[in-house]
C-alpha cells in the first residue's frame, strides 16, 4: 500500500508538471506580450514612435497575428519594422499577404530579409511589398527625417550586409539599423547609434534562473532586450512566431514599441 501511495505520488507530481508545461506553453505561445521603451540618441527633442515586429513565421491571420494587429491600430507607431522571418515551411503567399496588409505606419513599414528568407524562398516577394506597400530596405538605406537615416542589412547568417552603405551616409547623422541576426551588431558598433534585430526568439524555451536552453547561430551573446556596445545600442526581440518548436514557454511573443527622441 505503502509502495503503490508513493508511486501515485509520483505520477501525480509528473502529471502535474506536464499539466503546468502544457498550460504555460500554450499561453506563452499565444499571448502577445508589448514591451514599451524610451531611448535618447541625439540633442534634438524630437520623437519618433517606432514598432518592432520580428520572425513572424506566419500562415496568416490566426490567434497572435490578429492580436498584433489590434495592437498596432492602438499604439499608432509613426514607422513599422520588420527584422527578418516573415516566412514559414507551410506558409503561402496570401497568407503572408493576409498579414502584410494590415500592417501601416504614417512614416511607412520597413522590412529585412531574415535566414528563413532564404530557406523558404517567397517567390514573388517583390510585387508582395508593393502590393502592401512596404519597404524592403535590405542592403539600402532610406532618409527618414532631417539627419536620421534608417539602414537596412542583408542578414549575417545566410546572406551578405552590405556595411559600405553607410560611407554614403553623412557620418554626423544619425542612423538606425534594421538586421536579422544580433550577432551583426559587432560589425557595425560605434557606426549606428541604435540597431534592432531578432532571430533569437528568446530561446523560445527559458527555464528559470537558467535562461534559454538553446540558441540559434547568429545569435552570439545577445539574447533578447538591451544591449549597448562603444556608443551603440541594439534592441532584440523575441519576436512573434516559433521555429523548429512550434512552443513558447516562460518566453512570450512580443511587439516592442520603442519611442526614440533624438
Not at 513572424?56 to 527584422?83: C, M, S, Y
Not at 527625417?145 to 542583408?154: A, C, K, Q
Not at 547609434?193 to 524555451?205: K, N, P, R, T
Not at 528559470?208 to 547568429?218: C, I
Request: proline share 5%.
Amino acid at each position: 500500500m505503502t509502495l503503490l501511495y508513493r508511486m501515485s505520488k509520483k505520477w501525480f507530481i509528473l502529471f502535474f508538471i506536464l499539466l503546468v508545461f502544457v498550460i504555460g506553453g500554450y499561453l506563452h505561445t499565444n499571448t502577445l506580450e508589448v514591451t514599451h521603451h524610451q531611448i535618447s540618441i541625439g540633442p534634438r527633442n524630437k520623437k519618433l514612435k517606432i514598432a518592432h515586429v520580428t520572425d513572424l513565421h506566419t500562415d496568416g491571420l490566426a490567434r497572435i497575428e490578429r492580436e498584433l494587429i489590434n495592437v498596432l491600430k492602438i499604439e499608432k507607431p509613426d514607422l513599422i519594422v520588420i527584422t527578418g522571418d516573415l516566412a514559414t515551411p507551410s506558409g503561402t503567399i496570401n497568407g503572408y499577404r493576409e498579414v502584410l496588409s494590415h500592417l501601416k505606419a504614417p512614416k511607412g513599414v520597413f522590412f529585412v530579409s531574415g535566414n528563413w528568407e532564404y530557406w523558404e524562398p517567397i517567390h514573388d516577394l517583390k510585387n508582395l511589398f508593393i502590393e502592401t506597400k512596404i519597404t524592403d530596405l535590405t542592403n539600402q538605406a532610406k532618409k527618414i527625417d532631417s539627419g536620421l537615416w534608417l539602414v537596412g542589412f542583408d542578414d549575417s547568417e545566410e546572406g551578405s550586409p552590405h556595411v559600405e552603405i553607410l560611407k554614403n551616409i553623412p557620418s554626423h547623422d544619425l542612423k538606425l539599423a534594421l538586421f536579422h541576426s544580433p550577432a551583426f551588431f559587432d560589425s557595425i558598433v560605434n557606426k549606428i547609434q541604435l540597431s534592432f534585430a531578432g532571430h533569437s526568439h528568446g530561446g523560445q524555451i527559458r527555464i528559470p534562473l537558467v535562461g534559454s536552453l538553446w540558441l540559434p547561430n547568429g545569435t552570439g551573446k545577445y539574447d533578447q532586450g538591451w544591449f549597448e556596445k562603444g556608443t551603440s545600442k541594439m534592441y532584440v526581440s523575441r519576436g512573434i512566431g516559433t521555429s523548429i518548436l512550434p512552443i513558447r514557454v516562460n518566453c512570450s511573443p512580443e511587439l516592442a514599441i520603442i519611442e526614440i527622441s533624438y
